[in-house]
């Protein structure tokens, strides 16, 4: 199985801020990744596919970067919006969830 | 617009059977998409169960395979989650869900999510 590992688990931030998550994959995965934001009560919600493509209506402070086993999420500006909890996807085999990092005030 | 509602019992006493289906609207379970399972335990993160193809064809989270079956009613349009021998670790919200088949699919439609309580 393919493990998925976020970090930071947690991470404290104002808005304005760059934001950056990782997320490492335990083998290769080219570039099958997806990112999700998920507020608290709702289902989460697709921010980023294969790696560096942004889903439609999702807002240009949102990127994507990596191949293989490293990949970043990286949110240029953060607004109050953005707080929420992250969380990776790899497509390569089956699919498997990063743990979240959670982005609090 | 592409809708999933996910429906079942909220309470499921352990060692039982829990039993969820996802209605599908807008779009059809024979369509190129794959029709998966995701849940999240209280106050933890996603857990991917499994997913079908119109086809039958299935793919399951070894961890939970021997328990999982997921199946599909084209007649309904809409699929359905069973998972066997449950316990209090089985407690979670359980999300319906949408991946386009592609070379790297993605969950592009979510249901709301239905709560599942494992307790006697």
């Known amino acids: 199985d393919i493990q998925m590992t976020q970090s930071p688990s947690s991470l404290s931030a104002s808005v304005g801020d760059r934001v950056t998550i990782t997320c490492r994959a335990s083998q290769s995965i080219n570039n099958y990744l997806n990112w999700y934001q998920q507020k608290p009560g709702k289902a989460p919600n697709l921010l980023i596919y294969t790696a560096s493509s942004l889903q439609s209506g999702v807002p240009s402070r949102f990127s994507g970067s990596g191949s293989g086993t490293d990949f970043t999420l990286t949110i240029s500006s953060l607004q109050p919006e953005d707080f929420a909890t992250y969380y990776c996807q790899q497509s390569y085999s089956r699919r498997t969830f990063g743990q979240g990092t959670k982005v609090e005030i | 617009q592409v809708q999933l509602h996910e429906s079942g019992p909220g309470l499921v006493t352990p060692s039982g059977t829990l039993s969820l289906t996802c209605a599908v609207s807008?779009?059809?379970?024979?369509?190129?998409?794959?029709w998966s399972w995701v849940r999240q335990p209280p106050g933890k993160g996603l857990e991917w169960i499994g997913e079908?193809?119109?086809?039958?064809?299935?793919n399951y989270n070894p961890s939970l395979k021997s328990r999982v079956t997921i199946s599909v009613d084209k007649s309904k349009n809409q699929f359905s989650l069973k998972l066997s021998s449950v316990t209090a670790a089985d407690t979670a919200v359980y999300y319906c869900?949408?991946?386009?088949?592609?070379?790297?699919?993605?969950?592009?439609?979510w249901g709301q999510g239905t709560l599942v309580i494992v307790s006697s």
């Open positions: 079908i193809y119109h086809s039958g064809s299935t």
């Open positions: 869900a949408r991946l386009p088949a592609a070379p790297s699919p993605f969950i592009d439609y």
């Open positions: 807008g779009d059809s379970i024979s369509s190129s998409n794959w």
